[in-house]
């Protein structure tokens, strides 16, 4: 096999997780080309122009790239460094009030009424504890129901690994698993704008509110990838650059510029690629770091697969709600210095966020939206390449199906930002926004999804995206999948490319 | 709504006035959601019209998808197991199609009118699954079941009869082969295909034309013995002929709430209809595994069955006493003059070789007694008449 083909693996999509995983493959000795339809590498963290700045398409900071994961491809040697890696947050709620926190820190978030203080500590410990669980569970290929030995040994490391939580923790953990966060936070804490702040970790980036189901289980994914909100010296855009350095010194092959048209399948196995000029370019397996339906239906085609599986794919629930805006600044002066070094959050409380969803669920962008402001140029003056200041909003929630999406989000990001920091758009010089629709044209995320597939527990683990699938493989054999549609889910951490890789390379062939 | 009408539970066919005026016994059934005549007059009288004569029986109910679009042999392949590319224009194919899991879903018949024009017929519906297939292929589908009226003219008259009523060309139709034909000014598709294993006809028209086709056919025929017939004696003439009866022999894909009880087509003998080398199709990649595994659970066989009873659902057991296997349709048969039986026997089971006996119980005026039949394997059909291939059709 290993001779009748040019490449062993050829790797669909220049994104993070498509470089993790020939990253990976590459260290196996595999041949492995990257092919990307985008002139450059990062998928929804390549860099664009905007204004004097080159900014990222659509991530906007680090919410947890795996340390092993960096640590394996030695991304500091390639150039990535942090310019700050834990930008500490300020939420902003009515009357002015503010509150200083950072879930990846131990410090109790101030200020808070005696009462929560007091419960801070024991409430985060015991969120930590939990979420090493989930950390453990997320750096593993799920196990078969039905497997072999290998399988069964994971499931016992899994099921002690909860044993080990003691039985109180246990139990605890298994009471507020399937729950939501607005329930877990109501129970502990009064203040507002703590439980406000807090839900928003758990709802950023997640087509959720604090009251929908699962929203405890991505509050402790965003727990086990560290709580942090880092950016990199450079930006977004350098994290691509070094998975890429690390890449090519590993001999990975780039195409960018190059759409693939499709897999190329013969005798229910993958041959390689079809690129969009007709080239057919051949390898033994392809991984696919698109979405698992796009991959499945228009890089392999419904002719190749089951009509169930297809239905499946049809149904896996990932319609994206966060659009970014960015705005272009002349200048920062006169703004409160000390804030623009932070996470700034509107989220009100915990019905506001609600409320904002509620209206995204009928189609409409809310007027009270959550937004997180950060300065990029501020925290990281490398950025600065010209005489004008960035700054970033996420903005949710945005339907992907609204009309008009980026102006009224823009316009909503207006009056929202306006409330945390007086001024700051009499400074706009220019703005940019990308809406859920446009991560979904331009990076062909179906539903334009920050993780293809919302992070729920019937899309987790051995469920996702889908039961058939959650060991990386496609049913044709030779065809994988490594996108943030595999487990553990996006946010940019490298672990669904890894684990994908570790599979590839588990099922034989080459070398 | 005050129309009583509304409230029935069950459709009438095309051809209700006809059927209901003739049905003496007032024996009705729920097919599809229509009622039907299960037997009219007498099930004897049926059934040997049907190998004797021309029998007449109203398939209206019978589910149609038209099926039509550049895509759809490209669909209808992915879809059948069997190689639809195979299939030219005016022929009709015996079909069947799986899940995922390479189990049957349903079988049918598969009709190709020209290059991207489909006709498929079962009996369950399937609408949602042939919609979920359609996903990725440029196809129309469209359930016609309401919109054409359906009959079937069998038996050895049977050509007789249609030359009678004025399809001259009749006796040239080859087995499985479609046309078009005109009955009184009517035109109308015949096939010849048919549920009885034996010479016959399905005649597809429009609705409105439904009646006067009845008419022209009972005109033309009593001089050929054209006989109504229910389903009682159609279901004894397609155990004859050996054909599988869905929920009977094998359960239709949706049906069953308990996992593990569709069959693989590999395991109720269609292993002639799963073609592996036409490319993908849905269930492909199961029934690979489970052909190079030999992990087939099921054997489906027929049986000659020792004496004249029938072995109606009977258990089937080894010489050792083991159970191994159960009839799923079984009759005395009046034309082969023996006891016939499809059985699903345990995979493994060898019948002559294992002493396989049926467990038949039966009642005379109460006294029961059990009967340890000895069974011996035999070819499907059981009735399988020189006539029902011959071409021309119907020479005396």
């Known amino acids: 096999m290993s001779t009748k083909h040019r490449y062993d693996a050829i790797v669909v999509g220049a994104g993070h997780n498509g470089m993790v995983c020939a990253y990976y493959l590459a260290r196996a000795r595999r041949r492995v080309l990257v092919v990307d339809a985008a002139d450059a590498v990062g998928g929804a963290a390549r860099p664009v122009g905007f204004g004097d700045l080159t900014v990222p398409f659509a991530a906007h900071l680090d919410y947890g790239f795996s340390r092993r994961v960096a640590d394996d491809m030695e991304l500091a040697r390639h150039g990535l460094a942090w310019a700050s890696n834990d930008i500490a947050g300020t939420a902003f709620g009515e009357n002015g009030a503010r509150l200083e926190w950072s879930l990846a820190r131990d410090d109790t978030p101030s200020p808070l009424p005696a009462r929560d203080a007091g419960r801070w500590p024991a409430f985060r410990q015991r969120m930590a504890r939990f979420a090493s669980v989930i950390e453990d569970i997320a750096g593993r290929v799920p196990p078969c129901l039905r497997g072999d030995g290998a399988d069964a040994r994971a499931w016992l490391a899994i099921a002690w690994r909860l044993r080990r939580l003691g039985a109180e923790d246990m139990r605890e953990f298994l009471r507020i698993g399937a729950i939501n966060i607005f329930d877990v936070l109501e129970e502990t804490f009064d203040d507002r704008l703590l439980k406000g702040a807090l839900a928003t970790e758990a709802v950023?980036?997640?087509?959720?509110?604090?009251?929908?189901?699962?929203?405890?289980?991505?509050?402790?994914?965003?727990?086990?990838?560290?709580?942090?909100?880092?950016?990199?010296?450079?930006?977004?855009?350098?994290?691509?650059?070094?998975?890429?350095?690390?890449?090519?010194?590993?001999?990975?092959?780039?195409?960018?510029?190059?759409?693939?048209?499709?897999?190329v399948i013969e005798n229910d196995r993958a041959a390689g690629v079809e690129l969009d000029d007709g080239e057919i370019v051949s390898s033994s397996d392809v991984v696919s770091s698109a979405d698992a339906r796009t991959t499945g239906l228009d890089l392999i085609g419904a002719a190749h697969l089951d009509t169930g599986l297809v239905r499946r794919l049809c149904?896996?629930?990932?319609?994206?709600?966060?659009?970014?805006?960015?705005?272009?600044?002349?200048?920062?002066?006169?703004?409160?210095?000390?804030?623009?070094?932070?996470?700034?959050?509107?989220?009100?409380?915990?019905?506001t966020l609600e409320r904002a969803f509620n209206d995204s669920k009928y189609g409409n962008v809310s007027s009270e939206p959550l937004v997180e402001l950060v300065f990029p140029t501020v925290i990281d003056p490398a950025q600065k390449t010209g005489r004008h200041h960035l700054a970033t909003a996420l903005v949710q929630y945005v339907p992907r199906t609204a009309d008009d999406a980026g102006e009224r989000a823009l316009d909503a990001a207006r009056g929202v930002i306006g409330r945390m920091l007086p001024g700051l758009f009499e400074r706009v010089v220019d703005t940019r926004t990308v809406t859920p629709a446009d991560v979904e044209n331009a990076t062909g995320i179906h539903g334009g999804h920050w993780h293809h597939a919302e992070i729920a527990l019937d899309q987790f683990f051995m469920l996702r995206p889908v039961p058939s699938l959650a060991r990386y493989a496609m049913p044709v054999a030779g065809t994988w999948l490594c996108g943030a549609a595999m487990h553990p889910g996006g946010g940019i951490s490298g672990l669904p490319g890894r684990n994908a890789a570790a599979q590839v390379i588990a099922s034989g062939g080459r070398p | 709504?005050?129309?009583?009408?509304?409230?029935?539970?069950?459709?009438?066919?095309?051809?209700?006035?006809?059927?209901?005026?003739?049905?003496?016994?007032?024996?009705?059934?729920?097919?599809?959601?229509?009622?039907?005549?299960?037997?009219?007059?007498?099930?004897?009288?049926?059934?040997?019209?049907?190998?004797?004569?021309?029998?007449?029986?109203?398939?209206?109910?019978?589910?149609?998808?038209?099926?039509?679009?550049?895509?759809?042999?490209?669909?209808?392949?992915?879809?059948?197991?069997?190689?639809?590319?195979?299939?030219?224009?005016?022929?009709?194919?015996?079909?069947?199609?799986?899940?995922?899991?390479?189990?049957?879903?349903?079988?049918?018949?598969?009709?190709?009118?020209?290059?991207?024009?489909?006709?498929?017929?079962?009996?369950?519906?399937?609408?949602?699954?042939?919609?979920?297939?359609?996903?990725?292929?440029?196809?129309?589908?469209?359930?016609?079941?309401?919109?054409?009226?359906?009959?079937?003219l069998q038996g050895p008259t049977s050509c007789e009869v249609l030359r009678q009523a004025g399809c001259r060309d009749i006796g040239a139709l080859r087995p499985f082969a479609l046309d078009r034909f005109e009955i009184d000014g009517v035109t109308l598709v015949i096939s010849r295909t048919g549920?009885?294993?034996?010479?016959?006809?399905?005649?597809?028209?429009?609705?409105?034309?439904?009646?006067?086709?009845?008419?022209?056919?009972?005109?033309?025929?009593?001089?050929?013995?054209?006989?109504?017939?229910?389903?009682?004696?159609?279901?004894?003439?397609?155990?004859?002929?050996?054909?599988?009866?869905?929920n009977v022999d094998f359960l239709a894909g949706g049906r069953p709430t308990r996992t593990g009880r569709l069959r693989s087509p590999l395991e109720l003998g269609l292993a002639w209809l799963v073609d592996f080398d036409k490319g993908h199709f849905n269930g492909r990649r199961a029934l690979l595994a489970e052909r190079d595994n030999r992990a087939s659970r099921y054997r489906l066989v027929g049986l000659d069955v020792d004496g004249n009873k029938p072995a109606t659902d009977a258990f089937l057991y080894d010489r050792r006493g083991r159970e191994a296997g159960v009839v799923t349709s079984a009759m005395w048969s009046p034309t082969c003059k023996k006891s016939i039986a499809i059985a699903s026997l345990n995979a493994g089971v060898d019948v002559d070789l294992d002493g396989v006996w049926a467990d038949i119980y039966v009642s005379r005026e109460l006294r029961w007694r059990r009967i340890k039949a000895p069974c011996r394997e035999v070819p499907r059909p059981f009735f399988n008449p020189a006539r029902r291939r011959a071409t021309p059709a119907g020479h005396r």
């Open chain 2, 195 to 246: 549920f009885t294993g034996d010479l016959g006809y399905e005649l597809w028209l429009p609705p409105g034309d439904a009646l006067a086709t009845w008419d022209a056919l009972m005109d033309a025929g009593p001089l050929h013995g054209i006989t109504p017939m229910g389903s009682l004696a159609l279901d004894m003439t397609r155990i004859e002929a050996g054909f599988l009866q869905a």
């Open chain 2, 1 to 152: 709504m005050n129309d009583a009408l509304s409230l029935r539970q069950v459709l009438e066919t095309p051809f209700h006035a006809r059927t209901s005026a003739l049905c003496r016994t007032n024996h009705w059934g729920n097919w599809a959601g229509y009622t039907t005549v299960q037997v009219y007059e007498d099930v004897q009288i049926e059934y040997f019209a049907a190998r004797n004569a021309a029998s007449l029986f109203d398939l209206s109910p019978m589910t149609k998808y038209d099926i039509e679009g550049p895509g759809a042999e490209a669909f209808l392949n992915r879809l059948l197991t069997r190689d639809v590319r195979k299939l030219r224009a005016g022929r009709v194919a015996y079909v069947a199609w799986c899940d995922d899991d390479g189990m049957l879903m349903d079988d049918g018949t598969l009709f190709r009118f020209d290059a991207d024009r489909f006709r498929l017929c079962s009996q369950e519906r399937h609408l949602p699954w042939l919609l979920d297939s359609a996903i990725g292929f440029d196809v129309d589908i469209a359930d016609v079941t309401e919109s054409v009226a359906g009959l079937s």
């Open chain 1, 315 to 351: 149904n896996v629930r990932g319609n994206g709600c966060t659009a970014r805006v960015d705005l272009l600044l002349d200048d920062v002066g006169g703004l409160e210095r000390d804030l623009l070094v932070r996470r700034l959050l509107y989220a009100g409380d915990m019905d």
């Open chain 1, 204 to 263: 950023l980036g997640h087509g959720l509110a604090p009251r929908s189901p699962n929203s405890v289980l991505t509050f402790l994914m965003r727990m086990a990838s560290g709580g942090a909100a880092a950016l990199p010296r450079g930006g977004m855009t350098a994290l691509g650059e070094a998975l890429r350095s690390a890449c090519a010194a590993r001999g990975v092959e780039f195409r960018l510029g190059t759409a693939v048209k499709r897999i």
